[in-house]
């Protein structure tokens, strides 16, 4: 998503510059951009004005690669949808220590995915992409113990907002701002490449 700026020494034009350059930076991050190419995922149905009213979205993953997030909208919120590889199954299951609530019992999930993977099927997991401490979007971290993050950051998502970090099952970790994990909303899989967000067999929204 690379912006070209042609130059221009008018100040009022050059601040309108920075700030257009500062919020495509941040839909960038915001979308994952910065670890590597994150699809928009094609959202088959509601229409635009029941997807504003808080209708269910129909999400294809099919073409998610492993490793890969998406990103679907709903209630005029950004929902990640993450194929989880086998590797980062495993590396969740070894840094419960490191997380506040790592068995998801202050909520923030329908009950079918209060597990430790916080999801319906290991592979797939599905949450809101809004921190839980004042509503930034996270970036993707996908690298293993960056310099900036420390040694034992395993992979996950970063608030640049105000440093809050989540793993791979949107689970927060201590000592950072926010209070919650990641939203996990209701969804169902009505195929195995068709995920249905905001809505279960339950019949709650």
Request: proline share 10%; aromatic share 6%; with cysteine.
């Amino acid at each position: 998503m690379a912006t070209m700026w042609s130059r221009d020494d008018d100040p009022n034009a050059a601040h309108a510059k920075r700030r257009r350059l500062v919020l495509a930076t941040t839909l960038a991050g915001g979308a994952g951009l910065a670890a590597s190419a994150l699809p928009f995922i094609v959202s088959m149905t509601p229409s635009e004005r029941a997807r504003s009213a808080g209708a269910p979205v129909e999400a294809d993953i099919s073409r998610l690669e492993p490793g890969q997030l998406g990103t679907v909208e709903w209630r005029g919120k950004p929902v990640w949808i993450l194929r989880r590889t086998p590797e980062i199954i495993d590396r969740l299951g070894r840094i419960e220590p490191l997380l506040l609530d790592p068995a998801s019992t202050r909520g923030q999930q329908p009950e079918y995915c209060r597990n430790p993977l916080r999801s319906v099927r290991p592979e797939f997991w599905v949450a809101v992409a809004i921190c839980t401490h004042l509503g930034c979007v996270p970036t993707v971290r996908k690298e293993v113990a960056p310099a900036d993050l420390g040694p034992d950051w395993p992979g996950g998502f970063y608030c640049p907002c105000h440093g809050s970090k989540f793993d791979f099952a949107g689970r927060v970790f201590r000592n950072v701002p926010a209070p919650l994990n990641l939203e996990v909303p209701r969804h169902k899989y009505l195929s195995d490449a068709t995920v249905l967000v905001g809505a279960d067999d339950s019949g709650q929204a």
